[in-house]
């Protein structure tokens, strides 16, 4: 990720949620010193550890911040992720901020790498959609390179997808694929979506970089590849979730994108332990 | 919520997704017009339904949007909420965004309606905590009021929580609540919590606006609860989620905040349906 | 404060002042190195100290910045509050504008604490108001403190203040309570101003967190505040300055809010002196 | 003033106090609509006008904002300067921040006049200087401006004044000019501060724009005034108030700069009364 | 382009010229109303024309705006492009920035054009490169398009080019595209540079999508087009202009890429006539 | 140049070429260390050398920065400017955006310089323009600078321009200025374009600080100089080029303002060569 970028959107959640200051740190004296060890609650894969790095360097440059796992280690339940010594009164008031980031972004990772283990040794990818959160798509997309998926476009400027309205604009597949050819870059990837094979034999005509076969049942799938070309990649988009994720194993397509990758995960549970130093609390 | 915040948000979101520019949109005219329904695509309570109108107001003025539903209305699977004209090259420019979000606000007013639904009768509130997105808290404690909860506290600015580590650097309850009181304006809540009944009796002595229970059972809770005098409110807290909130029922807490309404929620199923009015498109 | 939003202010603020580039700093060398004293013109209190730690370290890394005071100090005039070393072509450029925000913050203190001296041991409060100036409150509230007082609401959006125009919407205060603890959660404090003795009576039964005497005499205070249990907070409002704040010290009131701390004070008068170590000039 | 960059800060401060959203407004239906009339509660000078113009487009466009007066009217106590119509939530959620502007800028601009006043048929002017408030300087030296005064240089950055610092650096006022002639571009005024007779000689000789006596008697200034050729401005300053002002009425200097008109005002005193249309609320 | 990022920029732009206003604008009243044609001094291409309407409609919505031209559009020496009528006053605030900008663009879209038309009925295109102007590249690269030209990567994040550098780092060219293709999904481009015939061979076996030939004379290019698969793209650069030009437009490479376009042009001349209706000028 | 607006500049043209992340440093380890040092390849004046301090300090603090000459000095084709040590990932991704600043700002130095030395002996200076890059103005100025030049005014802020349009609106050239100098500070430079021998006696009678001769002969010039009053500076503008350059250099004017110095000029030659220190790559 992008430093520069990441900063910005850390210390504008920071200030989302400290404001113009954490009341309930008038608790602290400057002096009270503070070490606080973060945890897993549950197994998961971890995305995001430099998040506290960087967060707590915005915050407050005398917090240290000791990372003692990398990103897309799997750890259990109950194994520490990362130290931090400092003054209590910031390691309070980063510390929910940073945990609802690393928590978002260790259970996408955890979820992609549960779907990647589910396809097991087949050689296809599991990608993920522009299905995420608003304002967090780089973390997001992070995220599941984390647990070893990959990702599929980043946005509406880097790559063309040719949906149903677009088709239905330009008059066929055909002549879609022509004119984006005809108007865009050598650089940017042409991607089709079929819904029926009719359309699929057109696609394969049309030679875009990659078809997308759009709700089809494995069987269809593993059919439609074979008539796919290899200079041609696959992808099979649609609903599919981890549960289904085992039927598609064998279909051969090259990619699998899941849009629940980053629209519906549940947080995975994170906690900081905090031990204070100084006892002797003042009004600040 | 507050507009011209809903517009910066909105601009930056759009930003994030479309960058220069939707490639994809070469396929279409300027004259290209088009008519869109978004629909439910599963049952659930809806919120966020301005963000369609403000969202693509930002776009292109020249979309027209009607509302079909109000915020907080339960939705069956298959209706309409909003009717959307203008050109199809900005009515899809601005689809995913929109839908991310509005998916994510149904899907945490959804949760927050079953749980109200789930305390029934009960004069006990569903609240939400600062488990929020980084970036979207004022979107997420929108949709929780939309799905018939109410907000906690905002931020670390607008009120107190203390914990276990301000009460251990204070001294005692009673000395954390009363360096509170000493340190702060008569306009603060002070909230604090507790994990055992000698905490409790303290905590009741010190007299603050709010005491939560922290982790514990429902007839522990009940039992608490009728120790507390009516000047002070409680708060059920620690875990409780839908599943297990039934038993939270009849403990008389006045509030039980419940984390997952915005940590774990997966999106509503909302989709957007276009038609063409022009066909013959050209290059732009 | 927050430092992440007091550095995002004062990028603004040295901006402002200093736009593309100091043209009267082509006088000096790199190499020009020089102490300058900081020191009050005129008896007060101090608030702000640490925006010369900030703005200089935003500026110009290379100065050091030593605090001889602390905030909420009283300074005699002619003592030194910092001490600074370093370029002097960034000791110049930041000199207007931190001597501006601390000249201002520092009034503002001073004049909190003369409010607080007069009210001697009375157990009444002085509190701020909303009238700060446009885009200083943190800093303006912040200064409030140092001087000894406490803060009123931040903003809008952290507490309810009912007046005329809201109780006449609603109907009664009554309704209006009723209907504001109906829609907002339990953080929220609650406030209700009256302006009569029957407006009180309907306010004290509907048992908001504080209620206002707007406009009223030190007697009627007095006797208003005999009426209220001790379960709501009571507040002076309404045109009180530190001229006529006497009168007010013994009517039992919890806090007296003075929108003049904050909108018509007088700058502290505060100086900085320079020395240049060399003085060999050069074109920079 | 550049409406751009007003609207900038008028976003900024708008978002400053309302924040989330204005909780009070709970008690209004989006159907409430109300009249305000805003009011003079003293006699003064009215500078800002436009603020509630282009404040209350940003916030609601169903807002009709009607200018009563001009910006530089002098308004009597009572009387009207602006009629507002709308939703009452809109109408009060932008209240307060406006007034706090337009009473400050109000203020600077009722002082200047005064000032401006004070020295009846001379031709000396009054001007402002860099004692503006960290963020509001565009605003304020409108207002000065609307009160009849003329501005100074308006930042670091569009003209060289050379104090002691920097002719201490030079060498001498000679070096000191010659050096800045010689680097800066012929489109920057250059002022000189002078303290002494003999510097006052060497300034003259230097052939600046603009030579400011520093902290002189008036009787020392109409002296000095003399020695000056025409082409060379002459400016007072050093702790000239509203008292002290017309003892340098006759000095015959050009302009007199007066920092106390942006650095000590006090608000002048306005108000908005709304009244509502409509009376039954319901929860928004 | 897209709309939102457009404004952002032409906003940072506008303020960047006028600051806090356009002193020479005293001159005019409010009614001062006025006409202005914009039009080539000289011959070229158009590019950038909406810029005149969105910048003219943040600045001022009283300015009607019509545009007489496309972009793309050639336009002879003496040709108007822009009709504006409204308020004198706004539109010589904005004259000088909307100009600076669209001469820019169209000078790009000029030098573009010649280029298309130097390579005759050859299939190869033209393409730009990331030497764009810091802070333009959006509007850069459009105006490579509206001059024929086509547009590479927008950056380092949507393609992955690969020099000697990652060679070096990887081993090899065949070593560096795998990991390349492990690590990055299936919708990213990737691009080998090859600077001798052996490179070559190693980059056609590894199969990139687009190898270019970095400084290599025409015919070394035409004779290793010869020997790339039609399913890898071939793309000449390095120093190649408008005079050079020629002599690679046999070569059948796919594109050739020409930094010059961005990096090094004049501004086509561009001129803004203005006649005033109203005479009588009184002071704003 | 204001190291604050420096690098907020920095931050947004570093974004814009890298976005969410460099998609080809995939290929590099953390631990791949490299030295690149920077070259002029073609004669020049450098200009800018400490964006490559600030912009690579946002971008990664472990880069080391050695600046090797100074801005403004003359370097030969082949000469380094600047060592850099590092990650290479980070000096990649910062080389383009940093190369494309400072290779403008190196060209304008370099156009300015030789105008300068074109000028020989003669007193007249070179000035530039507002026909500066959108968003860059700061950087073009200072660059005009570096390479010997002076600048005009800095934008419509900061001094008046009467040009035909105004001197319309107001009736004449003294109704022009006289207007002017009733309205505007002290510290506001009146410039007056002349475009006949009877425009400039009105303009000398009205006594403006500077007359600019629009677009006439040396021969006008060298007439029109002698006919302007010493304390009255002049200017010839209008299509003055480095070709036409040398006959202006004995009309005596005291500024001759170039608008290609910025607005069309051939980026200087600049490359940076990589050596990396560690060559077995793994994935990041």
Redesign the interface.
Known sequence: ?????VE??L??????????????????RET?I?EAIVRFKEDGVIAGLHCFKWGYG???EGVKVELLKSDGDYVKSGEAIVRLTGP?ASL??GE??LL??V??MSAIATLTAQCVETLGSSRT?I?DT?????????FE?YAVRAGGG?????????????KD??I????SIT??VD??R????????I?VEVETEQQLQEAIAAQPH?IMFDNQTPETMTRWVKLVPS?I?T?ASGGIDLNKLAAYRNTGV??ISIG?LT?????IDISMN?S?SS???V?V
Chains 1, 2, 3, 4, 5, 6 share one sequence.
């Open positions: 990720m992008n430093r520069l970028k910005e959107a210390k504008h959640f920071l200030i989302e949620d400290i404001g113009d200051r954490d009341v309930s740190s008038v608790i602290f009270d503070g915005l915050l407050d209590v309070l008031s929910r901020v609802n980031l928590q978002r990818r990608v522009r299905k995420t959160t608003p304002g967090l798509r780089m997309k990959f990702n599929h476009r980043i946005g509406l400027y880097d790559a063309v997808m040719l309205n677009h239905a604009a330009a008059g002549k879609a004119r984006v005809a108007s865009l870059g050598h650089m940017v990837m991607e990659v200079s990649r992808e090259d990619v629940a629209h519906s995960v549940s947080n905090l204070v006892k002797e609390a009004f």
